[in-house]
């Protein structure tokens, strides 16, 4: 309610605002803000705020004297008008931040068009009212129109663009911004406000505001251009208005089409800069990520890349080039080619480009040769060099691919071992340069089931496997024919049938003319590699117990879904899948029935997703599904999520068999929709499993969708509790003091609570801290000052005649009560500060007998042996039970403020107070009422039999001050 509640009165008082200067009767005005309110809410929040800007309208309207009827028929016209604007522009898939020059024209045209709507039924509703005849209807839609329309060219953008971000751009060069404004204050002054205007009437002058909207939009990004437009046009009106400025005409619709003009022209303007400039932006960082990605192309290839101008200057060395001839890039680029040849080719080379250009013969260019080169150091080296010519840019550049010869001259060196050692423990075969088989080693023999005399005279082809495409084998021995040599992983088969793989290398012999003369093969059974190799990898990428994908596999699988969603301008959707009460399973039926339940569980997931989705496991009874390639609209693919998730609910839900047992169990699934990179991986796993905690929390067995208050909440809590550990450590709390009192107010001690004094939130109460300092045990440190400052405080008292009677009770919580050294704390602390145990009085809460009743008795008997008293607070709201209770050594029995506040009015209450008097009464206990508030409720207490209270009627929590300024006064 809270949101069209404001949009209500935002409506209201922009349109009564604009309705103080109205141009045609006493319900229209050019400038109409409200619109722009209207679409920039309905965009951002949905159609729910509709209701908030229909009674807005209502209200302006009937502000302006309208008649009921007319005022709920026109501000229905104006609350549709925006309506139907937004759905235009979601439909459109319109970017608010106006990135693209088609959304500008979806802008204009969804808002004029809208506008015609609500200028139609405005017009309409006040011919119908007899305030406008049949000859004025024309001029009033027209003038209806352009008020609206310009309402929202102005506000929307502005209210849609509000972000932190625009924001910083604005602030971020404050100096041009303040200069900015200067300039601008300067030329609307000149152009709307001067006197002269009215002279000369020179309607150009306005647009010298064109410049200033160009700069803003420029500089300041599409906040700087919506708020440039708003301002000048807002001059432009108010000149207007105050009857200034050359938009005034003898005809004043001639002079209010020219405003309306204006205004919409700077909003294009400012709009269209905006949209251009960022597809710049985009070409240029684009064209940047190309020229990176072509640097990383080049850095990658192995062989040696330069890149070199017509006049022979080196414009490129990539990394391998660097590698093979000693040298750093930057040595070379800028300098002659030449510095890496020897003589006699390092001085013939300028000569040689020069007859290139000039007669275009190419010696080198197109061919690969081997040639010398020279080295950093001096030395010379062989290289094979391939020279290609192309044109970039206008620009004619040689591109030189150069390899090292030395591992070709290594292959042949390795050819040569590999004859000598033929008989290794290796498969080995040497075929003619035919291909024919000539030689095999009994290792080959061993490896492939044929003995040599079936191998010999028979091809390679003999062991194929079928598992390679004529393309693979085409591209091995097209590098062998480059290289000489080809190695690799490749499929082949047994004499027995059986396929298995292997890793092959094939060298090529070369007579002394470099003609191939043999092929000499050897290769390596990798069969116990490859399963190693696969048990690696289940191991990286899937869980061992369920074998499905793990957290790694599913991050890749969730990014490679985003950037498909992307591509695809589609949804996707994540659920957080909890088993409930997995963790009793496992501790009644034992760890190897929660085992065969995960099995089961994945199975179950398994079957009920897409092929294309991924069902992974994070760890315990914690189970993710991916749903990649929903709709392009949030709502279907919503609900196509929740489809699915009813599904995986409901198989979840059905018996499952682990060994003898049958057992029933449910999920709880947190669900998060995520297009493209929006959000990161990490932001939508969180979203999907803190909805999973909101399943939890109503219930089990449910689906939630991800809530951005859920978020808020928990960064919310995660903010207190780290401000809490904060306080503890820098001392920012302090001690109240409630006094308790007898008879008719007669002092005898008081409760210290403690009080937050946080240095930006102010003194807070602990009604908002306790439960969490509980939560995440900071009530352990927390506790110990408290009672250590009680402690100091009674041995203050104890040196003050009218003070050395009081009693001090001190909240224990349990939390604190159970640690098993508190018995120890708590004397530590009495000895420490030297204060009165007797004067020390411990309230605990029937939350400590839920678990261990008998070492509750036995710290509360160590304690009272040193005089410690005991009081049981909250007393009747929690576990009562008359079996501990008359075993606990306890001294008081306290009325818990829930009963006394109604104990007027409530038998029940009335009762329950005169049932625990007489309790106590009848343990020998004293009896306290905290609460008390009025005469009445004192007075019905003591009637009861209790005659010891606490309460507002008494006394406030005070600080200490305050307090031993009341005890002495009463």
Request: charged residues 20%.
């Amino acid at each position: 309610m809270k949101r069209p509640l404001v949009l209500a009165l935002a409506y209201f008082v922009t349109g009564w605002i604009g309705l103080q200067a109205p141009i045609f009767g006493s319900h229209i005005t050019l400038f109409w803000l409200p619109t722009g309110i209207a679409v920039a809410a309905l965009y951002r929040w949905g159609n729910g705020v509709w209701p908030g800007i229909y009674v807005g309208a209502l209200l302006v309207n009937l502000a302006t004297g309208s008649s009921w009827p007319l005022a709920a028929g026109i501000a229905l016209g104006n609350s549709l008008g925006p309506l139907a604007t937004t759905l235009m522009l979601h439909r459109t898939l319109f970017n608010p931040a106006f990135e693209r020059r088609r959304d500008v024209g979806l802008f204009m045209a969804a808002s004029g068009a809208g506008m015609a709507l609500s200028a139609t039924g405005g017009s309409a509703c006040l011919y119908l009212a007899e305030l406008i005849s049949v000859a004025e209807l024309s001029s009033a839609w027209k003038s209806w129109w352009m008020g609206d329309t310009v309402g929202v060219l102005l506000v929307a953008p502005l209210l849609l663009n509000l972000t932190r971000k625009n924001i910083r751009t604005l602030t971020l060069s404050r100096k041009e911004l303040l200069i900015w404004g200067v300039v601008s204050a300067v030329v609307a002054w000149l152009a709307f406000m001067n006197h002269f205007v009215q002279l000369g009437r020179s309607l150009p002058i306005a647009f010298l505001t064109l410049p200033l909207i160009t700069w803003a939009a420029l500089r300041f990004g599409i906040g700087g251009a919506v708020l440039a437009s708003f301002g000048f046009s807002g001059v432009a009106v108010w000149s207007t208005v105050s009857g200034q400025g050359f938009f005034i005409e003898s005809d004043s619709q001639i002079g209010l089409i020219l405003l309306w003009t204006y205004m919409a022209t700077i909003v294009a303007l400012g709009l269209l800069i905006t949209a251009l400039e960022s597809e710049r932006r985009k070409i240029v960082l684009s064209a940047a990520a190309d020229q990176a990605r072509l640097r990383a192309v080049l850095e990658s290839v192995p062989s040696g890349v330069i890149t070199i101008g017509e006049l022979g200057i080196v414009e490129s060395f990539n990394h391998a080039a660097e590698t093979m001839f000693g040298y750093r890039a930057e040595e070379v680029v800028g300098r002659n080619i030449n510095m890496l040849m020897p003589e006699p080719h390092q001085s013939a080379h300028d000569g040689y480009l020069s007859n290139y250009r000039s007669s275009g013969v190419r010696n080198v260019i197109g061919s690969k040769r081997e040639v010398d080169a020279r080295h950093k150091d001096g030395s010379c080296f062989p290289i094979e060099l391939g020279v290609t010519e192309t044109v970039l840019e206008g620009r004619k550049l040689f591109v030189g691919s150069v390899s090292s010869l030395a591992s070709r001259k290594k292959a042949e060196a390795e050819l040569r071992i590999a004859a000598a050692a033929f008989e290794s423990q290796q498969g080995t075969l040497v075929t003619d340069a035919n291909g024919v088989i000539l030689k095999v080693n009994k290792a080959f023999v061993d490896s492939t089931g044929y003995s040599a005399a079936e191998a010999i005279g028979q091809t390679p082809r003999l062991l194929k496997s079928g598992r390679h495409d004529a393309a693979f084998y085409s591209s091995m021995w097209e590098i062998i024919a480059k290289t000489g040599a080809w190695q690799g992983e490749i499929w082949d088969r047994r004499k027995n049938g059986e396929v298995y793989p292997k890793w092959l290398t094939i060298s090529a012999a070369r007579a002394g003319d470099g003609t191939v003369t043999h092929y000499v093969g050897t290769h390596q059974d990798i069969t116990e590699r490859k399963i190693a190799e696969q048990k690696i990898n289940d191991l990286a990428f899937y869980d061992p117990l369920t074998h499905l994908p793990n957290r790694t596999l599913l991050l890749d699988r969730l990014r490679q879904a985003m950037t498909v969603g992307n591509r695809n301008a589609t949804y996707g959707s994540v659920l957080f899948i909890d088993l409930d009460r997995f963790k009793t399973l496992n501790d009644t039926l034992g760890h190897d029935m929660g085992d065969l339940l995960l099995q089961q569980v994945a199975q179950r997931l398994t079957g009920c997703v897409r092929e294309g989705d991924t069902v992974a496991r994070l760890g315990g009874d914690e189970f993710v599904v991916t749903l990649g390639s929903l709709s392009e609209n949030q709502d279907e693919a919503a609900s196509q999520t929740e489809v699915i998730g009813g599904k995986l609910l409901a198989v979840l839900n059905q018996t499952y068999r682990l060994g003898e047992v049958e057992h029933r169990s449910s999920a709880s699934i947190g669900a998060t929709l995520f297009r493209g990179h929006e959000i990161s991986i990490e932001e939508v796993l969180k979203q999907a499993d803190l909805a999973m905690y909101k399943s939890k929390e109503r219930g089990r067995n449910a689906l939630h969708f991800f809530d951005p208050n859920m978020e808020t909440a928990v960064m919310a809590r995660a903010s207190l509790e780290a401000d809490l550990r904060e306080a503890i450590e820098r001392r920012q709390f302090v001690l109240y003091y409630q006094a308790q009192v007898v008879g008719n107010g007669r002092v005898t001690g008081a409760e210290a609570l403690v009080r937050w004094r946080h240095p930006g939130r102010g003194m807070v109460s602990p009604i908002e801290f306790i439960a969490l300092a509980e939560e995440t045990g900071l009530i352990i440190d927390l506790g110990h000052w408290v009672l250590e400052t009680a402690c100091n405080q009674l041995l203050s008292w104890a040196g003050r005649s009218d003070m050395a009677h009081l009693m001090l009770a001190v909240n224990v919580s349990s939390v604190q009560f159970r640690k098993p050294d508190f018995v120890a704390q708590v004397l530590a602390i009495l000895d420490q500060s030297g204060a009165n145990p007797q004067r020390l009085k411990l309230e605990l809460t029937e939350s400590l007998m839920v678990d261990d009743v008998e070492d509750v008795i036995a710290k509360m008997a160590a304690l009272k042996a040193r005089g410690i008293s005991f009081s049981l607070d909250d007393f009747g709201t929690g576990y009562s039970s008359l079996a501990y209770l008359k075993r606990l050594p306890l001294d008081q029995l306290k009325i818990d403020q829930s009963f006394v506040r109604d104990i007027l009015i409530d038998p029940n209450d009335a009762a329950i107070a005169r049932t625990i008097v007489a309790l106590a009464e009848s343990l020998g206990l004293s009896v306290i009422a905290e609460g008390v508030e009025t005469e009445s409720q004192r007075a019905f207490l003591v009637s009861s039999g209790c005659q010891a209270f606490q309460g507002y009627f008494f006394s406030r929590p005070v600080p200490v001050g305050s307090f031993e300024e009341y005890a002495r006064r009463v």
